[in-house]
């Protein structure tokens, strides 16, 4: 484990995949006094770095990163990433959650959170001084927030506001709202998944979406679907951030690893 202070907290992993971006962020680290030893530009690169050395006191992971090196930068690529590393190498750390175009949303701060990190945004024409200053508590164990929630009153998770399906569900009812049905989603998701894989995760997305969701429960199946693919575009989207790819897990692990939350009577909302 790497001591966070004195020079030891300066040890520094940059993952970036923009050339122009990362020699910006790579000079301005440097010529303060942060020893920038490692760089990477896709999530399984890092990880496959990670797994020779992983003695860094910082990481820093830009939002929209590719997950392989030949792909398209994603979003979420970079949350996802940073849940990872939290996982694997829990005394790592600080971990950062960075952008240089916008603010992070509901839904990456919160998972950055999750992964015990902190959410740092650069907005545009951010002040080198005052990146600096907030790298400087980010690096002394604060968690720092952009303005845009720090208006908001974020400043640790609620469980109130915490996305009611697991990564899996959740994944799904993107599909199911892309592409119009369980078939398409199963066809979608691809590596053998079945209908009837589908269907049984259907069942958890419903019951919790009949929790938090006043009236969901009531809903015919075919109503529920549609309900599904509004609630994913027009409301889960904006506060938790687009569902990335994932590989499923079976009900049991999943249930172990993503407690459900249910919203208090006060927090539901009337589609």
């Not at 995949?17 to 301005?28: A, H």
């Not at 506001?161 to 892309?178: G, H, K, M, T, W």
């Not at 066809?187 to 969701?213: F, N, P, Q, R």
């Not at 409301?235 to 569902?243: D, I, K, L, M, Y």
Request: glycine fraction near 8%; include cysteine; charged fraction near 25%.
């Amino acid at each position: 484990m790497v001591e966070h202070d004195g020079r030891a907290r300066r040890r520094v992993f940059v993952v970036e995949d923009s050339p122009l971006q990362k020699v910006g962020l790579v000079d301005i680290l440097r010529e303060h006094d942060y020893d920038v030893v490692a760089e990477c530009g896709d999530a399984a690169g890092a990880l496959e770095f990670l797994t020779r050395d992983h003695a860094f006191s910082l990481i820093m992971v830009d939002k929209q990163i590719p997950e392989e090196a030949d792909e398209r930068p994603a979003e979420g690529v970079g949350t996802n990433l940073l849940l990872t590393i939290g996982k694997t190498y829990p005394f790592i750390g600080p971990l950062v959650l960075y952008t240089a175009l916008n603010s992070p949303n509901l839904g990456d701060i919160q998972r950055v959170y999750q992964a015990g990190a902190s959410a740092l945004a650069i907005p545009p024409g951010a002040l080198i001084e005052e990146f600096i200053k907030a790298l400087e508590l980010v690096t002394t164990g604060h968690q720092v927030l952009s303005p845009l929630f720090k208006r908001l009153g974020v400043g640790a998770v609620n469980p109130r506001n915490q996305n009611p399906l697991d990564p899996v569900e959740y994944y799904c009812a993107r599909l199911i709202s892309e592409h119009r049905g369980k078939e398409g989603s199963a066809d979608k998701w691809g590596a053998g998944m079945s209908v009837h894989i589908i269907d049984e995760i259907l069942e958890d997305i419903y019951e919790k979406l009949g929790m938090c969701i006043k009236g969901f429960a009531e809903l015919p199946k075919d109503k529920k679907q549609l309900m599904l693919a509004r609630w994913y575009h027009d409301r889960a989207v904006e506060s938790f951030g687009t569902a990335t790819r994932v590989d499923y897990a079976p009900r049991k692990a999943r249930r172990q690893k993503w407690p459900l939350v249910i919203l208090d009577e006060d927090e539901m909302t009337t589609l």
